[in-house]
């Protein structure tokens, strides 16, 4: 059964601790708004943030137990893991030292967030392609950023120019956000006010998941269908067949359960004229983004988005993905507000942030 619950604080980010501490990361945002505080005194007292959540009221079966028992032990056996690769790779780089400067910007960036492989490659990639011994540091500087700005490349927005009913579908796991981003999206093609736009979702796993989206459509005044099947999908293509861009949201489940085989997938890659945003949180380790985009591997073209930047202690994992995938980057999410909080990244930025200028 499903339970609505309302969280107040005096920031964004106080509000949402509540919600976290209390109903974990499977809880989905309905919305977010700024009230007054009660009482005569309330007017001129900072307005409050209010967060309200739908969550399943449901308890822990001994299988949940087992199940979360035996991922911690999964997690922990990986984090031993990536122990020892790390400390086998020091010790074989210890013949190949890098110049000073060099080794301090690697370490730098390893700070905040660069996989060590991933950093220690692009270094010793960069030490081999250029002489260092008669630059300074203004020079090695500025060689190391005009590196990682092509490394990280230009965002790739939304496509609009080849519309003909256009299908733009968002994958990714379970709690990354989704259906607030997709609302996002729509917002912003709404504000634009150029195309007609309609909603698909098939994540008909979470009762709160449909009635979020639903909520979104009655706001935006944007036709919602819901599927189950491959063969939904066609019928629904058939009643929005006087829309320019179809976005539809995907079933946000363990990664591990997807399959290429699901309808959803099957329907997809049988769709000529789409875009496909893969959804990844920021927040979540890269030992688990890797085996994410491991099992999304049988989708051959895609685009990044990454949501909860706000949240992130660095941004480490937007390089990390770039350099695993070799797939263009396009949006990142700073918070729950719909429509605003979406941008198109910006690799100025990220890459001052990875060196530490932000």
């Known amino acids: 059964m499903m339970r609505i619950k309302k969280y107040v604080g005096y920031t964004t980010h106080e509000a949402m601790n509540k919600l976290k501490k209390e109903l974990g990361s499977e809880a989905v945002i309905l919305s977010t708004r700024t009230i007054k505080q009660k009482g005569l005194l309330g007017f ?19 299988g949940d137990l087992y199940d979360e028992r035996l991922n911690r032990i999964s997690y922990e056996l990986n984090v031993l893991k990536d122990m020892v690769q790390k400390i086998s790779s020091e010790v074989k780089d210890n013949g190949s030292k890098l110049p000073e400067q060099l080794e301090k910007y690697k370490h730098k960036l390893i700070e905040n967030g660069v996989d060590y492989s991933i950093a220690n490659s692009i270094f010793k990639r960069l030490n081999e392609q250029v002489n260092f011994e008669d630059k300074d540091n203004i020079k090695i500087k500025t060689i190391l950023r005009e590196t990682l700005l092509e490394y990280v490349g230009l965002a790739e927005p939304l496509n609009t120019d080849d519309l003909n009913q256009k299908l733009v579908f968002f994958i990714g796991p379970t709690g990354v956000g989704k259906t607030t981003t997709l609302a996002k ?51 629904a293509l058939v009643n929005l067949n006087d829309k320019d861009i ?22 997809m890659n049988s769709i000529k004229n789409k875009e496909v945003f893969l959804v990844l949180s920021c ?27 706000d949240e992130c202690e660095n941004l480490g994992n937007i390089l990390n993905v770039k350099m695993l995938t070799n797939k263009p980057l396009s949006y990142i999410t700073t918070g729950q507000n719909v429509p605003d909080d979406i941008e198109l990244i910006n690799r100025e930025k990220i890459v001052n942030s990875l060196l530490g200028e932000i």
């Open 283 to 309: 927040t979540t380790e890269y030992k688990i983004l890797q085996s994410i985009i491991k099992q999304y591997n049988f989708i051959p073209d895609y685009k990044i988005i990454f949501t909860k930047v």
């Open 246 to 267: 179809i976005l539809v949201d995907t079933a946000g489940r363990n990664h591990k359960e997807i399959q290429e085989g699901d309808e959803i997938f099957k329907a």
């Open 44 to 62: 001129f007292k900072k307005p409050m943030v209010e967060i309200t959540a739908a969550y399943e009221n449901s308890r822990s079966n001994k």
């Open 185 to 235: 999206i729509a917002g912003k093609l709404v504000m634009e006010g150029k195309y007609n736009i309609g909603l698909i979702t098939s994540d008909t796993y979470r009762i709160a998941a449909i009635e979020q989206l639903r909520v979104y459509s009655d706001i935006l005044q944007l036709p919602l269908k819901i599927i189950y099947n491959e063969e939904d999908m066609y019928k």
